[in-house]
């Protein structure tokens, strides 16, 4: 098993660009979560989806965040425009009941 | 929701035990989580107990869980360099899990 796949692992780029992360969770994975860390708040829920279906998006910043899963071997996460604030790591996680795993990151640096 | 405390730094001799303390509030947490992070990786996941359970171990992981204090501790036996990371304990509650600041643990010779 491959596990979580996320791309890209580095972002570079300027204020006011869209960012788009990818994820691909494990196959048979029927949960998918996209979390945000950062020094001073740590690790963030930003969205929970089940069966494709988004269930808690209360942690998503603001409006200029946006996550869609379209099936259940993909979804992003898109960030438009962009702020120096939204650097952080962002994580993409996985589950069956009981069990999170997480991918290894997309580092997200906004100049 | 979930708040989830820990010691922020840990130093350790190699080969001695470490042990990393987490205190959460919501008792109906039904699986409590141990990640380790290391520089540059995502979080993987070292172990869990359910919340019925009072220990558990697993090589040289040994995580004890006090429901009545709320206090979650993991014990690494005979520390090794490679175990230098960060260490997050997490309590779930329906869907969502609630992490802790991390503890770094630092392993020296």
């Known amino acids: 098993d491959a596990g979580v796949i996320q791309s890209p692992r580095h972002e570079v780029t300027e204020m006011g660009q869209e960012v788009t992360l990818r994820c691909k969770p494990i196959?048979?994975?029927?949960?998918l979560f996209w979390y945000r860390q950062t020094m001073m708040r740590g690790l963030e829920l930003l969205i929970y989806?089940?069966?494709?279906?988004?269930?808690?998006d209360s942690g998503m910043p603001e409006d200029r965040f946006s996550a869609k899963m379209p099936n259940a071997s993909f979804s992003t996460l898109k960030i438009q425009p962009s702020e120096p604030r939204d650097s952080a790591v962002y994580f993409c996680?996985?589950?069956?009941?009981?069990?999170?795993?997480f991918g290894e990151g997309s580092r997200l640096t906004v100049l | 929701g979930e708040d989830v405390e820990q010691s922020l730094f840990l130093s350790v001799r190699e080969g001695d035990s470490s042990v990393i303390n987490c205190t959460y509030t919501?008792?109906?947490?039904?699986?409590l989580y141990w990640y380790k992070q290391e520089p540059g990786a995502g979080l993987q996941l070292l172990t869990y107990?359910?919340?019925?359970?009072d220990m558990k171990q697993d090589q040289r992981l040994t995580v004890l869980l006090n429901k009545k204090d709320k206090h979650l501790s993991l014990r690494i036996a005979d520390t090794q360099t490679g175990d230098s990371a960060i260490y997050f304990c997490?309590?779930?509650?329906?869907?969502?899990?609630?992490f802790g600041a991390g503890t770094t643990v630092t392993v020296r010779a």
């Open positions: 196959s048979g994975h029927n949960s």
């Open positions: 996680a996985s589950s069956p009941p009981g069990e999170l795993f």
């Open positions: 919501d008792s109906s947490s039904t699986y």
């Open positions: 107990i359910f919340s019925n359970m």
């Open positions: 989806f089940n069966n494709n279906v988004p269930i808690d």
């Open positions: 997490a309590g779930l509650n329906d869907y969502k899990l609630s």
